[in-house]
Each structure stands twice: as structure tokens, then as C-alpha cells.
């Protein structure tokens, strides 16, 4: 018998172009781990379960800015520069949203889970990875239509600060105000959409009043605790940037902080299947991804 000569892993018939594909490949995956080890260790941020291919291409990008030709080359100045930290969060933070996002999602909403609400002395709501907060001023909204408002409390929460700045500030480019009314209107909308904005050149200034009962605050879905116990959950468009490993972390986080009989929103993408919970939660429209904590007490 003779012995290969080839070092481990490498296959005989492999041409020399194929092992320097294959050896860069590895050593690449190697940086990328260690990177993301350094990052959690010198700053906290966990990035090590997001999707490796949506974080693979936002790295790249970050690196292109940076001018720098290798992963190591970027952890050196993300290690020695907070500011260059910085960007690589709001790279990683993918903060597209809308007012009214899916406007079908809010009109599922209004008919399925208000109805229970409805019942409740206090409803405490959180609105987790809101980005720059079209998502809780679309509830705000929606909740003052139903005459819920002010008994409500909704807590919203993201882990970018700069994305909650905005958030609080809630101005919003005009150029999107027509979509944003069409999709209110698709949401089941009863007044008149302008009444909740005032024009400002090129903004839109969201009335003040919305946000009497929002309290923002920086939390990470990844590291932080529960912190209170909810009656409604909004976390859409956030784990799909997830492997399936956090994912299933964040379901737990979600469930243990979501009261019986609760609601849970998800992204139109997003889904309770295959997660330890899935049988838990009740079904209030599988399109819409409204769920519902079963209230095992109940019987
Ligand atoms: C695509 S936006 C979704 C915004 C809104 N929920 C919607 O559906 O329109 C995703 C948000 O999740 C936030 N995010 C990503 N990872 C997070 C984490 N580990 N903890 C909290 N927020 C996170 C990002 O900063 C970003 O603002």
C-alpha cells in the first residue's frame, strides 16, 4: 500500500489552481471565526450565528470601504478603533423598513389580536429589531384607532443605537409619505393618513402625541435577557439574518417573554416551524405570521 503524500484534506486529482481555491477558502473561514471571536470579546457584539452569507457579503463590503485586502487586516482596525466598530454594526444592522411594512400583516392584527387586547386593563407590547421605528409608530397608530392607545406601553427596542436615534426622532423622508398612505389605507386605515404628520420641506415630522406611551431602549437579542412579560411581540425581519441555532435561541427568549394567550408577529419569511415551540403557539393567520401563545392554564 502507499502512503498520499497529499496533506490532509487534499484530494490527489485536485489541480494546483483547485488547492489554492480550497486552501484560501479554509484560511478565510478561519479568519472570519477568529474575527468574530474578537469582535464578541472586545466589544460584546455576537455576530458568531448570523447567517454566514448575508454576513459574508456586508463584511466584504466593509472591508472595500476600509481598503484593506484580508479579514485580519480589517479585525486589526476594528480592534484598535471603535469607530471603525461602529460601521461594521451599522453594516450588520439591515434597517430596511417601512410604515406599515405588509400592510395585510396590520390589517391581521387589527381583526385577530385587537378583538383580545381589547380585554386587558394594560397591554404591554414589544416591538424587538424596530430599526428606525416606522414599525411602532405604524402601531401607535393602529392602537389610537382602536381606542387602545392609552392603555398601552410599547417597548422598542434595537441593538444599533444609531438606528434608535432616528427612531426617536421620527422624521421621515415625504418622497415615501404616498406609499406609506396607500399601505395604511391597505391596513385598514380609517382616517385621514396625513393627520399623524406634518410636512416639513422634505420630511415628514410624526405627530408628537404618538409617542407618549413608546419607550426606546438598546437591546440585543443575541446577549440581553427578558425583560418583561408581553402581551404582544413584534419581531419581523430580524431573525432571517440568523443561522438556525440562534434562531431557536431567540424563539426561547421570545416565548419565555410573551404572556399565555399573547401574540407573536414574525416576518412574512419568518416562522415558528421546526422550533421547540411550535406546537405551543396557536395559528392566527400562517400568511400574515400572527401567532398566538396557547394559554395552557386554560384547560
Ligand atoms: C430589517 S430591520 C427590521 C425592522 C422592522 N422590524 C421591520 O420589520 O420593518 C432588522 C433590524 O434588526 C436589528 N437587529 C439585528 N440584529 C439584532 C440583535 N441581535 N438584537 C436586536 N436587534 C437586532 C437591526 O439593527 C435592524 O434594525
Redo the contacts with the bound molecule.
Keep these: 500500500m502507499t502512503e498520499s503524500t497529499n496533506p490532509p484534506g487534499r484530494s490527489a486529482n485536485r489541480s494546483p489552481q483547485s488547492h489554492r481555491d480550497a486552501s484560501q477558502t479554509e484560511t478565510e473561514s478561519l479568519e472570519l471565526r477568529l474575527f468574530l471571536e474578537a469582535i464578541y470579546e472586545r466589544y460584546g457584539y455576537d455576530f458568531r450565528d448570523y447567517a454566514r452569507s448575508s454576513l459574508k457579503r456586508r463584511l466584504t463590503k466593509c472591508m472595500t470601504d476600509a481598503k484593506v485586502e484580508t479579514i485580519s487586516e480589517f479585525q486589526a482596525r476594528v480592534l484598535h478603533s471603535p469607530e471603525n466598530m461602529e460601521q461594521f454594526i451599522l453594516a450588520?444592522?439591515?434597517?430596511?423598513?417601512?410604515l406599515f411594512?405588509d400592510p395585510n400583516f396590520y390589517a391581521a392584527l387589527r381583526n385577530k389580536a385587537v378583538p383580545v387586547l381589547r380585554s386587558l386593563p394594560f397591554i404591554r407590547i414589544w416591538?424587538?429589531?424596530?430599526?428606525t421605528g416606522?414599525?411602532v409608530y405604524s402601531l401607535a397608530i393602529l392602537l389610537e384607532e382602536e381606542g387602545l392607545y392609552d392603555h398601552c406601553r410599547i417597548y422598542a427596542?434595537?441593538?444599533?443605537e444609531v438606528?434608535l436615534q432616528k427612531a426617536k426622532a421620527g422624521v421621515f423622508p415625504m418622497r415615501n409619505m404616498k406609499a406609506y398612505t396607500a399601505s395604511y389605507q391597505q391596513a385598514g386605515g380609517t382616517r385621514s393618513f396625513s393627520e399623524y404628520y406634518t410636512a416639513k420641506y422634505d420630511n415628514a415630522l410624526m405627530r408628537t402625541s404618538l409617542q407618549k406611551n413608546i419607550l426606546w431602549a438598546q437591546?440585543?437579542?443575541?446577549t440581553d435577557a427578558s425583560f418583561n412579560e408581553f402581551h404582544l411581540i413584534?419581531?419581523?425581519?430580524?431573525m432571517i439574518?440568523f443561522n438556525q441555532s440562534l434562531s431557536a435561541q431567540v424563539h426561547e427568549l421570545i416565548y419565555e417573554s410573551l404572556a399565555p394567550g399573547g401574540f407573536l408577529g414574525l416576518?412574512s419569511s419568518e416562522s415558528i416551524k421546526f422550533t421547540r415551540h411550535e406546537s405551543d403557539y396557536e395559528v392566527m393567520d400562517a400568511k400574515e405570521k400572527l401567532f398566538r401563545r396557547k394559554d395552557q392554564s386554560a384547560g
Design positions: 450588520m444592522s439591515i434597517d430596511v423598513t417601512g411594512r416591538s424587538a429589531g424596530c430599526s416606522e414599525e427596542t434595537d441593538f444599533n438606528v437591546h440585543n437579542l443575541v413584534l419581531c419581523r425581519n430580524v439574518y416576518g
